[in-house]
């Protein structure tokens, strides 16, 4: 089984190219982020038309998250269970933002997941970042407690580059979010849990990013971030056989700032028969 992950940064803007990629890429389930689009307005049909179940939730034009699968999109669910909202003001109860979904796929529990970007070390957004992954943490350590054996993916934007290594000029980013301990250490915390990054050892050393921003010639000049990855739980990171990012995907006029991550599982986790069959 082949699985992805992809920040599109707008679905309806991208879905020509999505669809296209998938079509090149082979691959069975992708979970993606920033689809920026309300439930109704998220282009269902050209999924379904190459052969794909969508799992989505959006409410506005910022955020979203979804899950398309050939091999099965069943037991959906709408954010993790104790998953924080967000509000600015103290004297308003936080909102619930569409920033993850769950299904399981092929037999993987697959979660989609857009970690909150933080802003700023001041801004109540760092705060709910941290407290946001705290909280996945916290479930995620629930879930291998219930099932060691189970198969998990927490794949996904997590707007954090987890070492000098996934940043081009980490002096840059002193005393900004991303790089900060308290934000290194929520994702280390999540890999101490059992969820190992299972992407690094087949995308080795320093310059290799997964996003790069759309100003200042970032990408042509190699100026990016690590900040995408999949996370897996034990029994599913030693299924995995390969592992890539689809640089070629961030070039190109229309591109997303973020480029695909793909994760090749083998074992039990090889089923791709098509949903229904």
């Known amino acids: 089984m082949r699985l992805a992950t992809w920040n599109v940064n707008s679905v309806r803007s991208r879905v020509d190219r999505i669809v296209d990629w998938l079509g090149r890429s082979d691959v069975d389930v992708l979970a993606i982020q920033e689809t920026k689009c309300k439930d109704e307005q998220f282009p269902y049909q050209r999924f379904t038309d190459i052969g794909y179940q969508v799992a989505h939730v959006g409410t506005s034009q910022w955020n979203g998250v979804a899950i398309a699968s050939r091999v099965g999109l069943d037991d959906v669910q709408i954010g993790f269970e104790n998953q924080p909202g967000f509000s600015k003001d103290p004297e308003v ?3 619930d933002e569409a920033r993850a979904i769950g299904a399981t796929c092929g037999g993987v529990r697959v979660w989609s ?3 909150p970007n933080g802003r700023s070390l001041e801004d109540p957004h760092y705060r709910y970042k941290l ?3 705290a909280t996945l943490r916290d479930d995620a350590r629930s879930w291998l407690a219930a099932d060691p054996q189970a198969r998990i993916a927490l794949v996904g934007d997590w707007n954090v580059a987890p070492t000098d290594d996934d940043v081009w000029d980490p002096a ?3 005393g900004r979010t991303h ?3 308290p934000e290194r250490d929520a994702f280390r915390a999540i ?4 969820f190992a990054d299972v992407v690094r ?4 050393g320093p310059g290799v990013y997964t996003y790069w921003d759309y100003t200042q010639l970032r990408f042509p000049r190699r100026e990016g971030l690590r900040i995408d990855f999949v996370l897996a739980s034990p029994a599913l990171a030693a299924q995995v056989t390969d592992a890539s990012i ?3 995907e961030r070039k190109g006029k229309g591109a997303s700032d973020h480029a695909p991550v793909v994760v090749e599982l083998g074992g039990d986790a090889a089923v791709t028969e098509p949903a229904g069959a």
């Not at 890999?191 to 059992?194: H, I, L, N, P, R």
């Not at 050892?201 to 080795?204: D, H, N, S, Y």
């Open 201 to 204: 050892p087949f995308t080795p």
């Open 93 to 95: 109860p936080p909102a």
């Open 179 to 181: 790089t900060s301990g």
């Open 172 to 174: 840059l980013f002193e």
């Open 191 to 194: 890999v101490d849990e059992g």
């Open 113 to 115: 997941l857009y970690v």
């Open 246 to 248: 689809d640089r070629q």
């Open 131 to 133: 407290d946001w992954l």
